[in-house]
């Protein structure tokens, strides 16, 4: 695009354009009751670039939205950027140098945030993770007492038994793709490098009970493109894609890798072990970025089953709706879940309306939320009403904007009825702008 051209991309209009100002608010206006078990904060991360256009919508600063629930009220909330050395350096720092190699120390992290160990970290996954305090001001990057030489995802994925975090990172330049794992009180213990053919974009994976899946699919980094400045991605005709499976813990060596048709997956819902199977739900792109960095084809909820002796790999399309932000109850993370929530029809520029969406893995049935004309919700965290709960017995909470008031509220709906009208909505000082992952963080007792 040039500078004539009169029309900002669109993840500069609307609720895809930045906010200006970093607020505080207390005692937040709510319709409806917030459930008194809600004790914690609701953290949701997503790109509002600063200065001008970055390039791309993946491309901006990253800015943390902050909710804290207490005894029923909406006790405040806070937006702050991410303070990168992108935000603090009147020039651009340089992200990848002409052999490819990433410096961990300068993006944007704009992708994730999650607390771990008593560590709250904004993500994304070019970089180290950023340590934010509970208050969302920005402490410094972390590499885990300098054991940290790659970046890091910003899906990792925590144990909910043996407390651990399991994350990768991947690099332009050899080793390209490197397993980690932190023990439960947040110390590196574990990396590995996972051979794969060449440097492609993985952005998230999957882990069950005893195993880590690896996503190789075909979107290639292109150095070419990187040394021209422009989004340094594309989706390739030759790559293939596999999937490589890992005992956890194990050595990066003893990968298995089993093909399956070329596609490209951001994010699996969940997965588990079956019956000496390996079953992944995800959400699945049928191709990516084929006619340039804008084209995002929809995908759909999509099965994979792995079958570990044979080494082959099943596919089943679940669903047609177009999808994203798939989510499961995270305690269910890596063990068997029935119930998953993703966003219908998402992020769409030009479309005004979505759903959340509730599917029955095991009945196939699915429940949608409406929220209305011109009101579209971003990602879905389950919140859980007590630690025993059911499965779905808890809270689905996200930002909803309403273009009508140009506001954004959080709603809270009752997991167990996702169509029902929200149990509270939280109205927000500003809008939030559309944005991708966060996490309900409770109070921990
Ligand atoms: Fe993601």
Redesign the pocket.
Known sequence: MSHADPTPPFYLQGNFAPVARELTALDLPVEGAIPPELRGLYLRNGPNPRRGDPGHWFAGDGMVHGVRLEAGRAAWYRNRWVRTRFFDDGDDPQLVSADGVMDHTVAKAN??VIRHAGRILALVESSFPTELTPELETLGLCDFGGRLTTSMT??PKLCPTSGELHFFGYRFAPPWLTYHRLDAAGALVQSEEIPVRGPTMI??FAVTERHLIFMDLPIVFSPELAAEGRFPYRWSHDYGARLGVLAKGGRGADVRWLEIDPCYV??PMNAFERGGRIVLYVARYETLWEDGPESFAPARLHRFTLDLGSEKVSEEALDDRAIEFPRVDERRVGSPNRFGYAVADPIVPGRDESQILKYDLETGAREAHDFGPGCRPGEAVMAPAHDAAREDEGWLLCFVHDAARDASDLTILDAQQPAAAPVARIQLPQRVPFG??GNWLPDES
């Open positions: 992708t994730n910003a899906h952005h998230d951001f994010h991708f992952h």
